[in-house]
Every structure is written in structure tokens, then in C-alpha cells.
């Protein structure tokens, strides 16, 4: 992977990581674009430079973060992330099977757009408007939602959110309680690829950061695509939380509609492939 490669791919992972369009999804037609996807450091990128993105949301919200009196907020995010954390660790070989298929993106991109359509129209109703009021057994269900992002082209953003509104959050709280769900999800998913996966051949099984350290390249790859992702990641949250207050979900679903049309073409055209 060259910087420019690595550039490219976080950009779109700050860009996608919380707008409820899936960034696993976008990176992976743009590694395909790339010629990179199949690439084993590259598989690896797309998990580690969610670290920048994780980064984006604690500094913009660093007040929340950081307020240990307010010791429930930790526990609800810690409620919240159990089922992502079990249904990861026992699927994380037919999950990483997933992440190579542009068609499963292309399928899951063109749904969930359908289903943004009426989003905002099915849970017009929302009676809880601060994370105060976010109950534990409410945290735990959004973390239910959120797993419905393992399928690649979901969107972890998208499941949570729509997962929030349904547990009543206002549109506002829900995206923000998604950002928050996110570090902690996130850096689980990091961490265990970066240190307790096995990346290789099960002849020669290597660590994540032993991939990263093992070559110059790979090092400055990985360190520009995190700080690349984590300033695009601030700008993202910011647009995001601006638009969804005035004009909701609607736009958001049509782009996920024609990007997975787009994307379905060109591939039962050859123009990509599995």
C-alpha cells in the first residue's frame, strides 16, 4: 500500500465511519478500485485506522468522556457494546469471509437505503431526549442493532442510530449515543486485530502490529491513515449532527440506493470482481 493509497482509504473511512452509509462498505470498493483489496496489510488498514476515528469522537466530545461522577454513562456503553463484543469474537472468521465481497456490500448498500426512506417516518415519536434518560436495558437493545453492521455495507452508524430511535431517542441523541457506542465497539475491534488475531498462513500466523512494524512502508501507512481519518472523522460528525438536525435521513438513503445500484452493475458486468 503506498501513501497515496493509504490517503485515499482513510479519507473514506473518516468520511463514511459515522454518516449511515458504511465505511467498511466504502473502503472496500475503494481498495477494489485500487487494485490493494486482497492485500493482507490492506484487510488489516481498514480495521487499524479506526483509531483516528475513535480519536475524532473522544475529542469532540471530550466534556461527556471524561466526567467520571457521571460513572452510568460508562456502564450503558459498556452494556451496550457486550452484544457486538460476543457475536464478534464467535463470527470473526465468517465476518472477515464478508469483508472480501463487493456483492454483499453492493446488496446490504441498496437495502439499507430503502430502509433510511422511512426511517425518520416510522420513529417520529421520541420521548427521551438526554443520555440520562438512556436505561440500561435501552443501552443493551441499541447494542443489539449495532451487530446487524458485522454484514459489511450495513452500517455500524446506521444500525445503532435506527436502533436508538426505536428505543424512543430523539434523531439527535440517537446519532450521538451511536458516536458514543463507537469508541468503545471500535477500539475492541482495533485492539484484537492489531494484537490477538492471526493474520498469515496458519504456517506462519503473525500478529497485527507485527504486519505493521515489519516494513517502513506499512509504519507510515498506518500512522497517515490514522491522523488522515481522525481529521476528516471531525469534520464528518460535525456535518453529520448539522444536517440530520434540519433535513434527517431521506438523502442518506438515496445515496445508499445509487451507490449500490452503481456498485451491482459493475459487478454482474465484470468490471469488478468477487
Request: glycine share 8%.
Amino acid at each position: 500500500m503506498t501513501i497515496i493509497e493509504a490517503i485515499i482509504v482513510a479519507i473514506v473511512e473518516g468520511l463514511t465511519e459515522f454518516l449511515p452509509v458504511s465505511s467498511t462498505g466504502h473502503m472496500i470498493i475503494a481498495s477494489t478500485f485500487l487494485g490493494i483489496h486482497k492485500e493482507e496489510f490492506t484487510k488489516l488498514f481498514e480495521v487499524a485506522i479506526q483509531l483516528g476515528a475513535i480519536l475524532a469522537v473522544v475529542v469532540l466530545y471530550w466534556r461527556k468522556f471524561f466526567d467520571f461522577r457521571r460513572w452510568q454513562f460508562y456502564v450503558k456503553l459498556f452494556i451496550g457494546v457486550i452484544p457486538a463484543l460476543l457475536l464478534g469474537y464467535l463470527f470473526s472468521d465468517q465476518i472477515d469471509a464478508l469483508l472480501e465481497s463487493p456483492l454483499t456490500v453492493a446488496i446490504t448498500l441498496l437495502l439499507g437505503g430503502i430502509v433510511l426512506l422511512f426511517i425518520d417516518r416510522a420513529f417520529n415519536r421520541p420521548t427521551i431526549e438526554s443520555d440520562d434518560q438512556i436505561t440500561y436495558s435501552k443501552a443493551f437493545i441499541t447494542g443489539i442493532w449495532q451487530t446487524i453492521a458485522m454484514i459489511p455495507g450495513v452500517s455500524r452508524s446506521a444500525a445503532s442510530i435506527i436502533g436508538g430511535m426505536q428505543q424512543k431517542m430523539t434523531r439527535n441523541l440517537a446519532a450521538e449515543f451511536s458516536f458514543f457506542l463507537a469508541v468503545p465497539t471500535m477500539f475492541a475491534a482495533t485492539a484484537y486485530s492489531l494484537f490477538i488475531k492471526k493474520w498469515g498462513t496458519p504456517e506462519l500466523p503473525r500478529k497485527g502490529y507485527e504486519i505493521i512494524m515489519e516494513s517502513k512502508e506499512n509504519m507510515v501507512a498506518f500512522g497517515v491513515g490514522n491522523i488522515v481519518a481522525f481529521v476528516v472523522a471531525i469534520l464528518a460528525i460535525r456535518f453529520f449532527i448539522n444536517y440530520l438536525k434540519i433535513y434527517g435521513f431521506k438523502v442518506f438513503g438515496w445515496y445508499r440506493i445509487i451507490a449500490g445500484a452503481i456498485l451491482l452493475i459493475l459487478f454482474l458486468t465484470g468490471v469488478i470482481e468477487h
